[in-house]
């Protein structure tokens, strides 16, 4: 699985991750919003962005889809309407579980870093697929 392009941007009601998936059938997409967490996966992507805020599943989620660009945008409900979501700029930060977020405001350091393959594994679980680990190719 490759990270895709993306970006995050939000309004009062949503909080808006814009995708660069070129080439990918649309009807594999498949995305899980819980809490504070949001996973997107169409193959050969995979995204995985935890919030400090929440979001919530109340039926306005939504995505669209533009043939001509390839860019998906999720719109994920923000649990408390008008809130401002923090550190969207901090990408890296984002990607990092929520149990990882808290362990970098404490001074306890000897919990280990998942991989990023560990967070793959557990996608491909999730959505029932099987995980084959890929070689980085050389260019």
Request: net charge negative.
């Amino acid at each position: 699985c490759a990270l895709p392009i993306f970006s995050l941007d939000q309004d009062d009601e949503f909080v808006i991750v814009t995708i660069k998936t070129p080439y990918v059938k649309v009807s594999d997409v498949d995305m899980y919003l819980e809490g504070c967490t949001f996973k997107f996966y169409v193959k050969p992507y995979l995204l995985h962005l935890t919030f400090r805020q929440m979001l919530v599943e109340n039926g306005t989620e939504k995505a669209t889809y533009d043939v001509d660009t390839g860019l998906i945008k999720c719109f994920l409900p923000k649990a408390t309407r008008g809130e401002l979501f923090e550190d969207l700029d901090m990408i890296s930060k984002l990607m990092q579980p929520k149990k990882q977020q808290t362990n970098a405001r404490t001074t306890d350091t000897r919990k280990p870093i998942q991989s990023l393959s560990d967070e793959r594994r557990k996608l491909a679980e999730l959505i029932g697929e099987p995980y084959v680990e890929e070689e980085e190719e050389e260019e």
